[in-house]
């Protein structure tokens, strides 16, 4: 048996680490690669941190794509041979013309939830515009979406298969940022690294809108080191590079920003 309460210890995601504890449990007793449901960027940081201490487990998660947000873990015993290859996902084309009824991705999220899934059974979705998206599900859902999702907004679609190396992935645009702040608080860096005021930051950080690798933070004067991650709704993610001490004791600081 793990160590269960060692494992569960200070996660915010307690449920789903749960969950993934069990699914643990018998990828040990049964020697079969054990599949997990879609994961959130935080729920994923958790499980990887939790499981980094375990010796006689390993875990392996993919999305479909190396930029995916929402990915599948394979879980296996470490004497088992595991690549991404192993985590078993469907990628579906929906197709419609939304020319003159544009969806957004909480539109075709909708829709499907709508047709009685969950959402932990949906990995990303992929906007193309006025064609419609493209959506990867866990395989077993694929045919029922097939046949129940009809609709998204006014507009009628149709539903198929597709290979995953058929996903049109839009390739992040990046821009590096190098700014040189009195100290490594979250507010002043991020606020730089987001072309944004110091204040309008605070704001967002108060309202609950700033992630530090995945985890929320409502502290503006919470320090960042190199390697950290911050992402605010609707505005993309900014890396932390590396940071070095000026003559004058100031902190330069390499970002790249994602958006």
């Not at 980094?52 to 879980?75: D, T």
């Not at 419609?96 to 909480?106: E, K, M, V, Y």
């Not at 940071?243 to 920003?257: F, L, N, S």
């Amino acid at each position: 048996m793990l160590p269960r309460d060692e494992l569960l210890k200070g996660v915010e995601n307690r449920e789903t680490v749960a969950r993934v504890i069990d699914l643990a449990e018998q990828a040990i007793k049964t020697w079969e690669i054990v599949p997990t449901d879609f994961l959130s960027p935080p729920e994923q940081m958790e499980i990887q941190t939790a499981f980094s201490r375990l010796v006689e487990i390993q875990l392996v998660a993919w999305g479909g794509y190396p930029q995916a947000e929402r990915k599948r873990m394979a879980i296996a015993r470490a004497e088992i041979p595991l690549d991404p290859s192993q985590v078993e996902l469907t990628a579906l084309d929906i197709a419609g013309n939304f020319l003159f009824d544009t969806a957004s991705h909480r539109d075709f999220l909708g829709a499907i939830l709508g047709t009685g899934i969950v959402r932990e059974k949906t990995g990303d979705i992929i906007v193309l515009g006025e064609r419609g998206a493209q959506v990867i599900v866990v395989p077993e859902l694929a045919p029922f979406l097939e046949m129940n999702l009809k609709q998204v907004r006014s507009v009628p679609v149709q539903v198929r298969p597709i290979d995953i190396s058929e996903i049109k992935i839009r390739e992040p645009k990046t821009k590096e940022i190098t700014t040189v702040e009195a100290s490594l608080r979250l507010d002043a860096i991020a606020s730089a690294g987001f072309g944004m005021s110091r204040s309008k930051m605070v704001d967002l950080i108060d309202g609950g809108d700033v992630r530090v690798n995945w985890k929320e933070v409502t502290q503006p004067s919470s320090q960042l080191k190199s390697g950290d991650l911050i992402a605010i709704r609707g505005k993309g993610r900014l890396e932390i590079g590396e940071i070095a001490v000026t003559k004058k004791e100031r902190y330069r600081i390499q970002m790249t920003r994602y958006v």
